[in-house]
């Protein structure tokens, strides 16, 4: 048996699973955040997660997927295998930090105990949030391994990549939408109810 050809144990289904490191330190950090209290710090953990989850929902839905589309499929499984692995470890982080130090960031804040009708907007944040983190971890994040798992076979479905990538792209273009909403109400909460 040749060692040369034989993965490395982290390496699996074509993804380096040692990603999940700084994924879970990501995490942890944030509770070590929520823990120390500091509501700077947190208010950082929480811009800065949900700043970069949704500029990488707005540019994989509204640049990265146009163009995939009208690549060529040969051309579009290399982006999507380069992609992909990336992705998958950074988005799921993404959607439990941003929403977690949010949530936490407004329990300091007082934001729980505001009265009708300004709570409505911390209803419809709280959502709004709660729908892209689902959507995120169950539909965005299975699809998009789903389609990695095809695109890694030596002779992949171009059809039912085409099926899947059209849901998926769609499924992303809604977190794009939600992420805009959401970045209104956030707007409202910083300039005051």
Not at 128 to 149: D, E, H
Request: aromatic share 14%; with cysteine; charged share 15%.
């Amino acid at each position: 048996m040749n060692n040369s050809s034989v993965n490395p144990p982290y390496l699996k289904y074509g993804l380096d699973f040692r990603n999940l490191f700084w994924v879970i330190g990501a995490i942890l950090a944030t509770f070590v955040v929520v823990i120390i209290g500091n509501e700077w710090i947190l208010r950082f953990v929480h811009v800065l997660a949900s700043a970069v989850w949704t500029g990488v929902d707005l540019f994989v839905g509204f640049v990265i997927g146009p163009i995939l589309r009208r690549l060529e499929p040969e051309t579009r499984r290399s982006v999507m295998l380069k992609l992909t692995p990336k992705t998958i470890f950074l988005m799921p982080m993404l959607a439990i930090v941003s929403p977690t130090a949010g949530w936490f960031l407004a329990v300091q804040s007082g934001y729980l105990e505001l009265s009708f009708p300004e709570i409505w907007w911390l209803i419809v944040a709280l959502c709004i949030t709660a729908a892209m983190a689902v959507q995120g971890l169950f539909l965005i994040l299975t699809a998009n391994f789903r389609v990695f798992r095809e695109l890694s076979k030596d002779q992949p479905d171009y059809d039912k990549v085409a099926g899947m990538t059209k849901r998926f792209f769609y499924n992303i273009a809604a977190q794009g939408v939600f992420q805009i909403t959401i970045i209104s109400i956030m707007v409202r909460f910083s300039v005051g109810l």
